[in-house]
């Protein structure tokens, strides 16, 4: 079993930043691909960044050159660093992990960008 849990969301203005964190914890290693999604009211859920167990990344084109993906696997966690936010940032942001067949969800950390 594989337990991920968000943590760092919270209200900021536009052009701030905010750091999420995902601790990882269970039957998890370094070889989970790991990826930050995230959910607007009323919209489907999106693949905001992600990085591959070798440290390869992608990015939406929303959030390229704004958002950084990183991984510490001895820590088993993984961070988006977001700055210049927006407020179309604003959403429930959540962690994933796969690796095979097998998926793994947090529970969400919401994001809230307004002035």
């Known amino acids: 079993q594989v337990q991920l849990v968000e943590s760092g969301g919270d209200s900021a203005q536009p052009g701030g930043s905010l750091r999420l964190s995902c601790v990882a914890s269970g039957s998890i290693h370094s070889l989970y691909t790991m990826g930050w999604y995230r959910q607007a009211p009323g919209k489907e859920r999106e693949l905001v960044a992600g990085?591959?167990?070798?440290?390869?990344?992608n990015y939406a084109d929303s959030v390229k050159g704004r958002f950084t993906i990183s991984r510490d696997n001895a820590k088993r966690t993984v961070y988006l660093q977001m700055n210049s936010l927006k407020p179309e940032d604003t959403a429930v942001y959540y962690c994933?992990?796969?690796?095979?067949?097998?998926?793994?969800w947090g529970q969400g950390t919401q994001v809230t960008v307004s002035s």
């Open positions: 994933n992990g796969r690796f095979g067949s097998s998926g793994y």
């Open positions: 990085i591959g167990s070798g440290g390869s990344t």
